[in-house]
């Protein structure tokens, strides 16, 4: 840690702020939020950040909105503890509240924010395969100005994402999920429940009103690969579907087939390939039931 | 660069000056030589370093102490009020649930923040709040029945004397 | 230990290879000698160059800091000692090593083969050779109905006590050295440093402070002490080293890894008849309990059950692998998952219920095994039965529908062994005039208790309260001969020595309060800190009146030493191997409910019944703690907890890859105590200390055969083994169908 001293540690108060002073120390500074990730990056020596500019500070990073047509917005800077603990989230969008309960232990969830999490990238991150399948938008800002990005083109490789030297991002936008819609996330961690995701799945499911055909599908996966991704051919099997067994089953085998998990200390590359079918297959069920829930609800 | 912070632990203000990338675990440790919070893994997995700040427990070791200013931190030294132990220190002797005391002081802060939020929690509520703070001697069984006891005790003691309780409880979290 | 600090105290790192295997061209140190801060720097040339054994009369193959060779992934090259910690880190990456890369082998079934590289000099890889035969196995062999083979191996995992390796040392120039040290065996700590540095023991003084956990894992020295010590040395400072997460991960001692093949002989009614293992062990790259540890789990041959012939040959290979050391179960956590497993396989073939195979093969106290065990008291059945009915074995075995439950035993030492020829322990204690009492004693308390025991025990003999007892324990200097907290053996020899030493004292007390009373010592009795006579209990004196005589008047103190030195476990016979080794032995049978996802292989441990015969609980609650705990490191070092190595380097050396369970990891775990009183222990008492940890993982396994039918031999217990299998299974069936 002493290897290269500390030039400078700033806490705007305002995003304008932050974005200057990141313009003005370009590629030297580094944004901390709850700095779980980067003060473990720090331990490790992987990184030695010259300028830490923390945005713990600023109020307009730290809320959770909510609008009936928009959905929810979510500021950047706002912990684990709180989204899995909003009223608000527990009752209009219940899945997103567990998938942030499901982040590490508590300590990790009282001090890591969901942008921090987003931005730290790792694969196996909880809430970026969820985000995914409810087509979160992310909002970047720098001096220059402001960008909107869907989540599925914002992780690029391991812990690489598509924001700039420059930008922060502030803020979280997830549409409401429609009546006739249901979503799911499951993660697998058969060692401690404590683990990070040896896989993980989220579905999101829209049928139509008689609850015989599946509208509009998304599948992400977690855990199996550089970055989060989403299952395209098996989303592509199951689009305009009748909701049956079988559907369910060969895109859960296009998933697994589509991807190419690596081995590492928790599991073998196959036996990830092997879990990304049985997961999605229970994640899609999982969604599916939830959406006819919300149908009947709706009804 | 060092920055002079000033910390609020236990009730008292100290100043340091410190490189900003030192973690709040290492001034408590080594600037105000309070050794309760313990390092162990330094990545946040293990807890022994847990604190609270502002009344929720979290890993000191990840923390910058620059981002703890203007905070309240609770370290163990200032869990008992002086007079006597506080009650779950108390049940974790009475229980059993110390056996080499390294994970204690950080044990018995994850409890803290969990019976201040939710002062009859069940079984698998205490599991999951200290599902942070490993320890490797106990299985936690007996750390289980410890906050159970202290729970039941607590919530007792402010049936019995709210106006006391009251103080006390305005008392940890000032 | 990690919160101590002396005045002008400088901290120290150690430069480790990165190699598993490399020979050691140069070490240019020039710039880490120039870096601001730094103190000292040191290699094998500041060094005494001594090889040591830790575990003499083992070959001496170690030194401090390695000089011509490296030898695993972590090796001791140098030491920098500085100002500060990041300092010394800073200094370490500036010194300059050139190594000329050896080829390297793990697998220690390759290392055994003649071509293999060579790890020392010249020599076999084979570290040590153990070959030891009772009977006539192949008489037991060819009477035997049936016979089974099998093949399992066991997993590298390490203690991961929640404090790290640490040590201070400061040498003064008088020549005597002072080493705090998270140790757990003070008393051999100071002759292990005296040896590795070539110095006479009486100059070494080791200090054990709070420690955080030990399991047996700060047994042996850690070559940071000597490390340590070397650099106080060169600066005259003291010096303190503390290992990272990741050192304790990658450079501290772990269980010896064995492969184990077994071969049983039964008669058709599930009688044992003959027993046969072959155990290679994963000795890594230096000698320390490799062949102590290997011996250990030779003995469980015939110690677990009744078996007339036995045969076992154990080989201890050398590889450039990180190297073992003594580990909560010594041995048995290993031979006990074979046996065991086997066990469950045996009665399956033979449809008797594995429960009753158990039984049928058990001994009581009395018996002597084939091999020289003599069994004073043995509580197995009655844990196998309470055991049983608290899981409900009866109900819940036997299902197959996904759910399933499975059992297994142990038998431990319950207090030492003979392993360095004496198996003994002292203690001094004395009474205060203010009724306090003062015990010293060598016994060693890391976190399980042992404190807590022996002043429970001094205060039983005395008729005062535990609170009265100040225990003294963790100063070499001071402290009287024991051999340490291992083998789960202070609550039977120190707890011994502690008694014997109250009761000195307590005769001392008697005879004084004798002539005050006018009676018989024989016919006082002291509780509560009063001294009566037993038939008139109204003649009394409190025990502050008959201190103030003794110290006041005679001016003579109640003090006394005790010395235990057992005469019950016996060494091995250098010939036919035949010995009793250890002085009462411990029980105890786990029972592991499991689920298994047919889809995953997923398994979750529901609930842990452990039934232990601990000979007598001379305190409850601390058993339990004991027992609950080691469930816990059974539970982990049998599913979750494997070190995963790659060309010798370790690549999950944090918590977040090595999973150690938390608490919503846990499963049920219900303790039960048996208590069968041990003629030789403490009030009957045994140890308990390290049998809890030992059973969990064969019990897991079998109901995991239970609940799914499929049997895993090699630890860790993984949900991707139990799928695998479940195919394999499942294609098996097909094939058999066409």
């Known amino acids: 840690m002493a290897d290269a001293a500390c030039l400078g540690y700033f806490e705007p108060e305002t995003i304008e702020e932050a974005c200057r002073l990141l313009s003005s120390h370009r590629g030297h500074a580094k944004i901390i939020a709850g700095g779980l990730s980067l003060n473990v990056m720090i331990a490790q020596k992987l990184i030695n950040p010259e300028y830490l500019v923390s945005i713990q500070g600023i109020k307009s990073l730290n809320f959770i909105c909510h609008e009936p047509t928009a959905g929810f917005k979510i500021g950047a800077a706002t912990v684990h503890a709180d989204i899995e603990k909003s009223s608000l989230i527990k009752e209009k969008m219940p899945l997103l509240s567990q998938v942030a309960g499901m982040i590490g232990s508590v300590q990790v969830r009282n001090r890591g924010t969901i942008g921090g999490n987003l931005c730290h990238a790792d694969p196996a991150s909880d809430l970026s395969p969820a985000l995914i399948a409810l087509s979160a938008q992310l909002k970047l800002q720098s001096s220059d100005g402001a960008r909107t990005m869907p989540i599925d083109k914002f992780f690029l490789d391991y812990f690489q994402t598509a924001i700039g030297e420059e930008e922060i991002l502030t803020e979280i936008k997830i549409p409401q999920i429609p009546p006739l819609a249901g979503a799911s996330f499951i993660k697998f961690t058969p060692r401690s429940k404590m683990d990070m995701a040896v896989v993980s799945a989220a579905v999101y499911a829209q049928i139509d009103a008689a609850a015989e055909r599946l509208l509009d599908v998304k599948i992400a996966l977690g855990a199996v690969g550089p970055r989060p991704v989403r299952a395209l051919k098996a989303e592509g099997a199951l689009k305009g579907q009748k909701i049956i067994h079988s559907a369910i089953e060969q895109a859960a085998e296009l998933a697994r087939e589509e991807c190419s998990p690596l081995t590492d200390a928790k599991a073998s590359g196959g036996y990830r390939k092997e879990m990304v079918g049985v997961f999605v297959k229970r994640a899609a069920m999982l969604a599916l039931e939830r959406a006819r829930e919300n149908r009947h609800q709706a009804q | ?174 | 230990m990690a919160d101590m600090k002396l005045p002008r105290m400088l901290f120290g790192k150690i430069l480790r290879s990165p190699y598993p295997h490399a020979r050691i061209l140069n070490i240019d140190t020039s710039k880490a000698r120039k870096a601001t801060g730094v103190k000292a720097v040191i290699t094998a040339n500041d060094t005494p160059k001594l090889k040591f054994s830790l575990h003499p009369p083992l070959r001496a193959d170690k030194m401090p800091l390695e000089e011509f060779k490296v030898r695993y992934v972590g090796d001791e090259v140098a030491a920098v000692a500085a100002a500060d910690e990041n300092t010394a880190q800073e200094a370490i990456s500036l010194i300059e090593v050139d190594y000329e890369l050896l080829p390297a082998v793990f697998d220690p079934e390759e290392a055994m083969k003649p071509e293999a590289p060579k790890i020392h000099d010249d020599e076999s890889n084979v570290a040590s050779y153990l070959v030891r035969q009772f009977g006539d196995v192949g008489l037991g062999f060819k009477e035997a109905d049936r016979i089974f083979e099998n093949r399992f191996s066991t997993s590298r995992v390490t203690h991961c006590c929640m404090e790290t390796h640490g040590c201070i040392a400061f040498f003064l120039a008088s020549g005597r050295l002072t080493v705090w040290s998270t140790t757990q065996t003070p008393n051999f700590l100071y002759k292990e440093i005296a040896r590795a540095l070539g110095i006479a023991s009486r100059m070494v003084k080791v200090i054990k402070p709070f420690v955080g956990g030990a399991f047996g894992g700060r047994r042996g020295m850690d070559m940071q002490d000597a490390i340590c010590a070397l650099l106080s040395m060169k600066t005259g400072r003291p010096v303190k080293i503390c290992n990272t997460r990741e050192e304790e991960f990658t450079t501290s001692r772990l269980r010896y890894p064995m492969v184990i093949k077994l071969k049983t002989g039964v008669k058709k009614d599930g009688t044992l008849l003959a027993r046969q293992a072959t155990v290679i062990t994963d000795n890594g790259a230096y000698n320390y309990k490799g062949p102590a540890i290997t011996g250990a789990a030779g003995l469980r041959l015939d110690l677990m059950y009744k078996v007339p012939n036995t045969k076992f040959e154990g080989y201890v290979v050398y590889t450039n692998n990180q190297y073992g050391g003594a580990f909560r179960g010594f041995g048995s956590p290993q031979i006990t998952f074979a046996i065991e497993s086997e066990m469950d396989m045996i009665a399956e073939d033979l449809g008797i219920d594995p429960l009753e195979m158990r039984l049928k093969n058990s001994y009581s106290a009395g018996y002597q095994t084939i091999s020289g065990a003599k069994i004073t008291s043995c509580g197995l059945q009655e844990c196998i039965k309470k055991g049983a009915e608290l899981a409900r074995w009866r109900e819940k075995r036997g299902r197959r529908d996904g759910r399933g439950i499975g059992m297994a035993t142990l038998v431990h030492t319950g207090g030492g062994t003979k392993d360095y020829g004496y198996n003994c322990s002292e203690a001094f204690v004395r009474l205060n005039d203010d009724c306090t009492v003062s015990l010293i004693s060598g016994a060693s308390d890391t976190g399980q208790g042992s404190d807590t025991i022996l002043a429970q025990i001094v205060a039983e003999t005395l008729g005062v309260g535990v609170e009265d007892i100040e225990v003294i324990t963790g100063d070499s200097d001071i402290c009287p001969l024991d051999l340490g907290a291992w083998g789960s053996r202070q609550t039977f020899t120190s707890g011994n020595a502690a008694r014997i030493a109250a009761e000195e004292a307590r005769r001392q007390l008697l005879e004084i309060a004798s002539e005050m009373l006018e009676a018989n010592p024989g016919d006082l009795d002291i509780r509560a800190k009063k001294v009566f006579v037993k038939e008139t209990p109204d003649r009394k004196l409190s025990m502050a009146e008959v201190l103030a005589q003794s110290y006041s008047k005679k001016g003579r103190p109640v003090a006394a030493r005790g010395f235990f030195d057992e005469q019950i476990s016996t060494n091995r016979d250098l010939h036919t191997g035949f010995s009793n080794p250890f002085p009462a032995y411990a029980f105890g049978a786990h029972f592991a409910e499991v689920e298994v996802d047919r889809e995953t292989g997923e398994i979750r441990v529901l609930n842990i019944v452990a039934a232990h015969d601990l000979g007598r609980a001379i305190n409850p609650m601390a058993a339990e703690g004991q027992i609950e705990g080691a469930v816990a490191q059974g539970l982990g070092t049998g599913m979750t907890e494997y070190l995963v190595w790659e060309e010798g380097q370790t690549i999950n050396p944090t918590f977040i890859e090595y999973k150690i369970p938390s608490a919503i990891d846990m499963p049920n775990v219900k303790p039960i105590l048996v208590e069968s009183i041990d003629p030789n222990g403490p009030f009957g008492a045994k140890g308990v200390g390290e049998p809890g940890l030992v059973p969990t993982a064969p019990a897991i396994a079998n109901a995991i055969y239970d609940a799914v039918g499929v049997r895993i031999k090699d630890l860790p217990l993984t949900s991707e083994k139990v799928l695998n299998a479940l195919r394999e299974l499942k294609n098996g069936k097909e094939e058999a169908l066409i």
């Open chain 2, 1 to 174: 660069m060092r920055e002079k912070i000033e910390l609020k632990v236990n009730g008292d203000l100290y100043q340091v000056e410190v490189d900003p990338r030192k973690t709040l675990l290492s001034v408590l440790r080594e600037d105000l030589e309070l050794t309760g919070a313990k390092m162990s893994c330094g990545y946040g997995v293990c807890g022994s370093c847990t604190v609270l700040v502002d009344g929720k427990a979290v890993c000191s070791c990840l923390v910058l102490a620059t981002q703890a200013k203007g905070k309240e931190i609770v370290t163990i030294e200032g869990l008992s009020d002086g007079d006597g132990l506080h009650p779950l220190q108390e049940s974790f002797i009475d229980h059993g649930a110390i056996q080499c005391g390294y994970c204690t002081p950080g044990m018995i802060l994850s409890a803290k923040a969990l019976l201040d939020e939710n002062p009859s929690p069940d079984e698998y509520e205490i599991r999951s709040a200290i599902a942070g703070n490993l320890c490797r001697c106990t299985g936690y069984v007996k750390i289980v029945e410890a906050i159970k006891a202290a729970s039941a005790k607590m919530v007792r003691s402010w049936q019995i004397s709210p106006s006391s309780a009251a103080g006390r409880r305005k008392s940890t979290q000032d």
